[in-house]
């Protein structure tokens, strides 16, 4: 087993004893930290900055540098495969995602490649197996893929939306296509996240970020079990350590018994959800992630240390609970807050773990 300075994330996804509540933030690397948008700027945009390991190693490490965070997450995209299968990915000035080559029909999914990890993603393996180097050891690094409903919305959508018109059409019309397209997609995740975790990824997260916007019957059939494939397909032990699997699914609160039925280690909690309510469904199961709303970090130190241990006494005593965000940080945050943020986490969560 190679030595790990603070594994505390690690032990609280797998409920076992911590010394204090650990502490990351999605979307830690970006650019509410000034060093962040100095990096890109020298990679030049977005993609560029993803394709050179030692810059993403350098925004990866940014944030941990300066606030006492207990997990990197490997600074990438989830659009990566996407871009990877040839769908032309670009993301404007400005805007959001852009594909050249949207999926609208059965013959651009049959012409789909599924890529593979170490050609065309080679190079987030490579940022992978640089950062792990640079970690020396001292916190542990996730890795991450989108789900693979979250996945087609951007691919039959062209980029982001906020009515999913597209990929709804698709869902209703031909389901059929939908499912060979999540299908195929599964299929990529799951040897995407397996060749991070031989790359050196200590656990890793599925994001779902669009599955809240599904009925809730179509939530099971097109996106859960999807990322029940991936937990099931996935390398559950590397270099002698158990590797944690986190499932979120934003807007996805009333289904976490389903969740927790994947065989998942946690699931990740958007600001909806109450957590206490949370750890009496599904606590036996599984840890928890969260969930503080990420605005709270437009407040005064006083409001995001009452919100922290709010959180904190919701959760209650023991293991099992890793702090975070509901979702990402705001790119307009003052760089004093997450500070009070995890120094306030670490201060209050050790009366719960005597
Ligand atoms: O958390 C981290 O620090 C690791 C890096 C990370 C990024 N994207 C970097 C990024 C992670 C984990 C993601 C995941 C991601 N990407 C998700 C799922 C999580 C979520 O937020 O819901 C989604 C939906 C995407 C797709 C995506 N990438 C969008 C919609 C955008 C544009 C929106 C924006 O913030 O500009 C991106 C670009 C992106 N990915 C940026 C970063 C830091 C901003 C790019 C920039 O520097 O301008």
Redesign the pocket.
């Known amino acids: 087993m190679t030595s790990l300075k603070n594994d505390r994330y690690l032990n609280a996804l797998l409920r076992k004893p911590v010394d204090m509540t650990p502490v990351w933030?999605?979307?830690?690397?970006?650019?509410y930290l000034p060093e962040?948008?100095a990096t890109?700027a020298e990679a030049g945009d977005?993609m560029s900055?993803?394709r050179n390991a030692d810059l993403a190693c350098e925004?990866?490490l940014q944030?941990l540098r300066r606030y006492a965070l207990d997990a990197a997450?490997?600074?990438?995209?989830?659009?990566t495969i996407p871009d990877a299968m040839g769908l032309g990915l670009s993301?404007g000035a400005?805007?959001?995602?852009k594909f050249a080559r949207p999926i609208e029909c059965q013959a651009d999914i049959d012409n789909l490649p599924i890529p593979d990890p170490e050609q065309e993603l080679q190079y987030v393996m490579n940022a992978v197996r640089t950062i792990r180097r640079e970690l020396k050891g001292e916190v542990p690094l996730i890795g991450?893929s989108?789900s693979p409903w979250?996945l087609a919305t951007?691919m039959v959508e062209g980029?982001?939306s906020k009515a999913f018109t597209k990929i709804k059409k698709m869902l209703y019309a031909e389901p059929h296509l939908l499912h060979a397209l999540l299908d195929k997609l599964a299929e990529s995740v799951i040897l995407y996240l397996n060749a991070q975790i031989k790359a050196g990824a200590q656990a890793v997260?599925v994001?779902d970020?669009?599955g809240g916007v599904l009925a809730h019957r179509d939530y099971r059939e097109f996106s859960l079990r999807y990322m029940h494939k991936i937990v099931d397909g996935l390398i559950r032990e590397n270099e002698g350590r158990q590797v944690p699997v986190t499932l979120?699914t934003?807007g996805g609160g009333l289904w976490l018994e389903a969740i927790a039925e994947t065989g998942c280690d946690a699931i990740g909690l958007d600001w909806t959800v109450d957590i206490a309510d949370a750890r009496r469904r599904v606590g036996h199961k599984v840890a928890l992630q969260g969930n503080m709303d990420p605005s709270v970090l437009y407040a005064d130190p006083a409001r995001i240390e009452q919100e922290v241990q709010q959180i904190l006494a919701d959760f209650g005593a023991g293991s099992g609970h890793v702090f975070n965000l509901g979702?990402?940080i705001h790119?307009d945050v003052p760089t004093e807050s997450p500070k009070v943020l995890v120094d306030a986490i670490h201060r209050f969560s050790q009366a719960y773990h005597q």
């Open positions: 933030m999605m979307r830690q690397a970006g650019r962040y948008k890109r977005f900055l993803c925004v990866t944030p997450i490997l600074f990438s995209d989830i659009l993301f400005g805007e959001g995602p991450f989108g979250t951007y980029g982001s997260m994001f970020t669009w979120f934003k979702h990402g790119q």
